[in-house]
């Protein structure tokens, strides 16, 4: 079942958040970086995240319990929101659940939710070095278009822009 999140999911989407992420991750990021993220933090974050206007964030449930979501808005461009561009900016699953179609399911939400809306395009960076997350994305029709470097714990991190035609 998918379906939007809501303002008591924070926890849950902060515990599934930061597993998917540092096992993503472990062989990107260093161990001090993993583990400098505290569940407190990341579950602050998705209480804040949750009451932002201008996004929107779907999560998927087994049996009842929260095992994935994925959180889309609007591309800004010029300050302003693009009418026609929207960005996937999370899309995690509990690593217990990987390779269950709950990632696919979530993925169909967006393409869903962006036909819905108008939009023609969904975009997503990834971390370059997520070769797995990166497969995921292409076998779903996603195409690389640039890259980029971000700062993550003090270092520097490649990133790789992904595009799909709604």
Not at 89 to 114: C, K, N, S
Not at 122 to 137: D, E, K, P, S
Request: proline share 4%; charged share 25%; net charge positive.
């Amino acid at each position: 079942m998918i379906r939007p999140a809501c303002d008591d999911d924070a926890a849950r989407i902060a515990e599934v958040h930061l597993a998917a992420w540092r096992q993503a991750c472990r062989d990107i990021l260093s161990a001090e970086q993993l583990a400098g993220v505290s569940l407190e933090r990341r579950t602050s974050d998705w209480v804040h995240r949750l009451a932002l206007p201008g996004s929107w964030t779907y999560v998927s449930e087994r049996e009842g319990r929260l095992v994935g979501f994925v959180t889309l808005a609007s591309v800004r461009a010029h300050g302003r929101p693009s009418r026609t561009v929207v960005e996937l900016r999370m899309l995690y699953v509990d690593p217990d659940h990987w390779r269950t179609g709950i990632g696919r399911a979530l993925l169909e939400q967006v393409r869903a939710v962006a036909r819905e809306r108008g939009f023609q395009r969904v975009v997503l960076w990834v971390l370059t070095g997520n070769i797995q997350a990166r497969a995921f994305y292409a076998a779903l029709g996603f195409e690389p278009d640039r890259t980029r470097q971000i700062p993550i714990g003090g270092q520097s991190v490649d990133e790789t822009r992904y595009c799909l035609p709604v």
